[in-house]
C-alpha cells in the first residue's frame, strides 16, 4: 500500500483498523495510542494529539488496542472503560498494556464517573481517570506531567 493512498484512508476514516496502523513518523513528541469504542470521540482525540504534534494511532478493539502497543511502544494509552457487551473493558486491556510494559502511561477517559470504576482503576495501577467530555487543556497537562512533554505544545 503506497503512503499517498494510507495518507488518504486515514484522513476519511477516523479509526485505523487492525490491519492498518501506519509505521512511526520520525516526529519530535511521542506516540499515543487511542483506544474506544466510540469512532466520534476517536476523532476527537486523533485530531487534537495530532494538532500538538504527536503521532497518534486509533483503535475500536481492545485486543487490536494490547496487539499495537506490544508493537509500537506508545508513550501513553488513552483507553475508554466500556467496549461493549462481550468485550474486554478498558480496565482489562490496560493492565494487559502495563503487564506487557510497565513504563507505558495509561489513562482512562470515560463518560462513567463511578467510585467502583475509579477504585479497581486504582488497584490495577492506573491512576489517571478523566471524565467525558474531556477538556482538550486537562487532556494536554495530564499527558504533559507524564511524559514530559514542553509546554509550548499545550
Keep these: 500500500m ?6 488518504l484512508s486515514i484522513e476519511r476514516s477516523s479509526v485505523i483498523s487492525e490491519e492498518h496502523v501506519p509505521h512511526p513518523s520520525h516526529t519530535a513528541l511521542p506516540l499515543i495510542l487511542a483506544a474506544d469504542d466510540n469512532e466520534t ?12 504534534g504527536f503521532e497518534c494511532v486509533t483503535t475500536t478493539s481492545p485486543t487490536a488496542a494490547v496487539r499495537i502497543a506490544a508493537e509500537k511502544r506508545p508513550a501513553a494509552v488513552l483507553c475508554d472503560i466500556n467496549f461493549g457487551i462481550g468485550r474486554s473493558n478498558g480496565i482489562e486491556v490496560l493492565t ?6 510497565a513504563s507505558i502511561h495509561c489513562i482512562i477517559i470515560t463518560a462513567f464517573l463511578q467510585e467502583e470504576v475509579k477504585r479497581r482503576a486504582a488497584d ?12 482538550p487543556s486537562v487532556l494536554m497537562a495530564t499527558l504533559r506531567h507524564l511524559i514530559s512533554i514542553p509546554t509550548n505544545n499545550q
Design 41 to 52: 470521540h476517536l476523532l476527537f482525540i486523533k485530531r487534537l494529539m495530532e494538532s500538538k
Design 124 to 135: 490495577a495501577g492506573i491512576i489517571h481517570y478523566l471524565v467525558k467530555p474531556v477538556e
Design 96 to 101: 494487559e498494556i502495563r503487564r506487557q510494559n
Design 2 to 7: 503506497n503512503q499517498e493512498f494510507l495518507s
